[in-house]
């Protein structure tokens, strides 16, 4: 008897975890989320196939960042678009059209705008939002024991224009599976998927990133990264005007 209420008392007295340690857990988890494409430096391949009730298109492109604030991007093909290139240092983002050889810069406002005609936006490819930083967040409960449920509600301060986004990423290296993404009226109007996790470039990673916009029917928009390289030096320029309008 007395040892069933030792073992009685040693359970009750097993410490939770607490608010502190919740915290961190969450912080953990969604800086995983920010960086899972990105490291001190990464170089990618990709192919982003854009799907419309009236047309379809694949280009190609290649990606270079550098830590979570900048991110340079040209387009390989179509030989149309061959040389656009998209950069971002720190807060301030530029497009170059080659065709008339001219670097524009995109405005805080257009952010959340449309990327080369795709479902993703500049933010979404750029990342000048982040989960950690522009956003609060707090766990939901799971219905699947290997998911982890993570909302978050932007900061005042972010740049943004969703009123939530519903997060699921694994339980077991916080890789992430899906996102919902709500307007300010509750309203879900589209999700990311992650899928076809591989190995590239000595980390795991999902390497196909499909979204789908709710409010626009037939519409996709499908990325799948073909290479990639992570934490090799860059060359000093990388980031540069003068790189973005070489490239062609």
């Given at each position: 008897?007395?040892?069933?209420?030792?073992?009685?008392?040693?359970?009750?007295?097993?410490?939770?975890?607490?608010?502190?340690?919740?915290?961190n857990?969450?912080?953990?988890?969604?800086?995983?989320?920010?960086?899972?494409?990105?490291?001190?430096?990464?170089?990618?391949e990709?192919?982003?196939?854009?799907?419309?009730?009236?047309?379809?298109?694949?280009?190609?492109?290649?990606?270079?960042?550098?830590?979570?604030?900048?991110?340079?991007i040209?387009?390989?093909?179509?030989?149309?678009?061959k040389?656009?290139?998209?950069?971002?240092?720190?807060t301030?983002m530029?497009?170059?059209?080659?065709?008339?050889?001219?670097?524009?810069?995109?405005?805080?406002?257009?952010m959340?705008?449309?990327w080369?005609?795709?479902?993703?936006?500049?933010?979404?490819?750029?990342?000048?939002?982040?989960?950690?930083?522009d956003?609060?967040?707090?766990?939901?409960?799971?219905?699947?024991?290997?998911?982890?449920?993570?909302?978050?509600k932007?900061?005042e301060?972010?740049?943004?224009?969703?009123?939530?986004i519903?997060?699921?990423?694994?339980?077991?290296?916080?890789?992430?599976?899906?996102q919902?993404?709500y307007?300010e009226?509750?309203?879900k109007?589209?999700?990311?998927?992650?899928?076809?996790?591989?190995?590239?470039?000595?980390?795991?990673?999902p390497?196909?990133?499909?979204?789908?916009?709710?409010?626009?029917?037939?519409?996709?928009?499908?990325?799948?990264?073909?290479?990639?390289?992570?934490?090799?030096?860059?060359?000093?320029?990388t980031?540069?005007?003068?790189?973005?309008?070489?490239?062609?």
């Amino acid at each position: 008897m007395k040892r069933i209420l030792l073992s009685v008392l040693m359970f009750l007295t097993v410490p939770s975890l607490s608010a502190q340690e919740k915290s961190n857990d969450l912080k953990t988890i969604l800086d995983k989320m920010d960086r899972v494409y990105r490291a001190d430096s990464s170089e990618f391949e990709m192919e982003m196939e854009i799907v419309t009730p009236d047309w379809k298109r694949t280009m190609k492109m290649k990606a270079w960042s550098e830590g979570m604030k900048k991110t340079f991007i040209t387009i390989l093909s179509p030989s149309k678009d061959k040389g656009i290139g998209t950069l971002k240092v720190d807060t301030d983002m530029w497009n170059y059209f080659p065709k008339v050889n001219k670097v524009m810069k995109v405005p805080p406002s257009m952010m959340m705008g449309s990327w080369m005609g795709s479902d993703f936006t500049n933010d979404d490819l750029v990342k000048e939002t982040t989960f950690l930083d522009d956003h609060t967040a707090k766990l939901l409960e799971s219905t699947e024991k290997d998911i982890i449920v993570i909302e978050l509600k932007p900061k005042e301060s972010a740049a943004s224009v969703w009123g939530k986004i519903i997060a699921k990423v694994r339980k077991s290296d916080y890789l992430p599976v899906s996102q919902d993404y709500y307007d300010e009226k509750g309203v879900k109007t589209r999700t990311i998927t992650f899928s076809n996790i591989k190995e590239m470039g000595g980390r795991t990673i999902p390497s196909v990133m499909e979204i789908i916009p709710l409010n626009k029917k037939g519409n996709s928009t499908k990325i799948t990264y073909l290479s990639g390289k992570f934490n090799e030096k860059l060359d000093a320029d990388t980031f540069s005007l003068r790189n973005l309008q070489k490239m062609r």
